[in-house]
């Protein structure tokens, strides 16, 4: 496991190593914030806690651009939401709290178009995840006893890099503002395991 763990973040931080030197300093680098939204399929619960971004999140980018078709954007994103079990006769209380991060680093590929101010692009890259569940305790009733089962929480962070594969479209609106909308795969290797939408907004710096 251990080893694991440690092949993902050096995973990671070559691409980060990578990409960072090559920035350009004909485009712009631009920073960003969206909101993010996530689900999963049949076969992420197979893997465990291998799998996160499920669920509503709010996510930040960084873009690095190298030319104009390329481009290295590290991200991280964060969610949080509750579920409520139905309630049974005499069973009460279980609420769960779900909180996942994920972060990575892609690379944005870029398409050219007639427009300068519409950019359509491709991503692909690799991710990490962490995710943290805490379950509140239950109360059973029957008749005139009653127990309550201690609540519990428990982490996980990914063993092997996630890997995302996408496209998505970024509209400038005006010299300081842009609406980016994208939406990405979710997997390890080639086994898909969930999808990721966003739509946000984009600054260019010193532009």
Known sequence: MDKA??????????????GTPAVSQAQPVEVGVSAVTGSSNGLASDFGPIYGARGPATAGQVTLPVNERFAIQPFVSYGRWSDTPAGNFGLSGGETDHRDALFGVVVEQRFRMPRETLRLFMTYGLAAA????????????????????????SGHIAEVPISLVGAGVQQAIGRHLAVRAEAQVLGIFIIPLGVRGSIGVAVPLGK
Not at 135 to 143: I, R
């Open 5 to 18: 763990k440690h092949t993902t973040q050096l995973l990671l931080m070559i691409a980060v190593l990578c």
């Open 130 to 153: 962490y995710e943290r569940t805490t379950v509140g305790p239950v109360v059973y009733s029957g008749g005139s006893t009653q127990h309550t089962s201690p609540g519990y929480s």
